[in-house]
């Protein structure tokens, strides 16, 4: 299963993903800052996936790569309902697609800092990816910190280096499972455990940035829920509907 589009299920996105700014999490130290997010838009219905999910696995050990995943629900007619999609990242990764002007919508897919797309099973592509997109003006150039201070998560957006490249974005906070083991029952992984990682449950946006220093304060019970155990922000440019280059983000564990 390679590239299809994706159906009329895509729809609502109200707390979609978005926004960039380098996000350094501090508890206690400061990580160094990431040179990339890579999203992995994947679905437990479809056989090509398996080898994607165990890439993000693997990028996931990496601490200067933020490494999500993404499930979709456009596959879910095809015998078996995917047990963590959501049709927020249906839409999140046709927004994609638009803003590029192409239609390369298709599992599994990996989006590199926002901009570029490549097969998310060839890990040596999302190498490449990663480079390419460094070198752009202004992508992972802003620093951001989050820094949990007992019920909440304060995160800070550091003043934009590169004016008037990184100017504006929107900051978003995700909820993450670390690793989520699932057997599947039908369709084309059927009888099979594979285990997903970096599963994003949520998404909430914090704020927008105007290319000046910002901080937002959220409670960590709009983050954090039975089953999550990290969080991740970024800060990314364009909108929740026309995604562009990733600013910045940062991940911490929550326990």
């Not at 946006?205 to 019970?221: C, F, I, M, Q, R």
Request: proline share 5%; net charge neutral; glycine share 8%.
């Amino acid at each position: 299963m390679t590239v299809m589009m994706a159906c009329n299920s895509i729809s609502r996105w109200s707390s979609a993903l978005g926004v960039c700014a380098i996000v350094a999490i501090i508890r206690p130290a400061a990580a160094a800052e990431p040179r990339a997010v890579v999203e992995l838009f994947t679905s437990q219905g479809c056989s090509s996936c398996p080898p994607a999910d165990k890439v993000i696995g693997e990028l996931a050990k990496d601490p200067s790569v933020i490494a999500l995943s993404m499930p979709i629900d456009y596959w879910d007619y095809l015998g078996w309902k995917d047990t963590l999609a959501d049709s927020r990242f249906s839409a999140r990764q046709k927004a994609y697609s638009l803003m590029r002007g192409d239609r390369d919508v298709y599992t599994p897919q990996a989006v590199v800092n926002g901009e570029a797309h490549v097969i998310g099973s060839d890990r040596g592509e999302i190498e490449r990816a990663i480079e390419v997109t460094r070198e752009s003006d202004g992508v992972m150039s802003v620093p951001v910190s989050m820094k949990l201070n007992g019920k909440q998560i304060t995160v800070s957006v550091a003043a934009s280096n590169r004016p008037p490249l990184a100017t504006h974005g929107e900051v978003w906070i995700c909820s993450i499972s670390k690793a989520v083991p699932i057997s599947i029952g039908r369709g084309e992984n059927r009888g099979r455990e594979v285990t997903y990682y970096n599963v994003v449950r949520n998404v909430l946006k914090v704020g927008d940035w105007n290319g000046s220093a910002g901080s937002w304060t959220v409670p960590l019970e709009n983050v954090s829920r039975e089953g999550i155990d990290a969080a991740a922000v970024f800060v990314q440019d364009g909108s929740r509907d026309r995604p562009g280059p990733m600013l910045g983000a940062a991940y911490t564990a929550l326990h």
